[in-house]
């Protein structure tokens, strides 16, 4: 089945003092490298693909964001289980 997702990571700290967004780069680097399609947004990123890979790579995020050197972290996650696409349900608006 196909799911849409979306993940905001919250790190503690949200990066480095050279990067201050490293940590949450690094979730990305790996949705980006799924191979899922995906679009990052201002307050989270959305992906969609079959359920399997959808919920690997959303785990796979958050432990990226652990394993980039954040001492903390929060994944916020929806998930929808729908018969649609990302651009169907924003094709209006675009």
Known sequence: MTVIAEIQVAPSPPGTAENPHAHVEAAIAVIQASGLRYEVGALGTTLEGEAD???G????????????????????????SVNRTMDSLTAKFR
């Open 53 to 55: 890979e959808v919920w």
């Open 57 to 80: 790579t959303l785990r796979a995020a958050h432990e990226a964001m652990l394993a980039a050197g954040a001492t903390a972290g929060l994944s916020h996650i929806k998930i929808a």
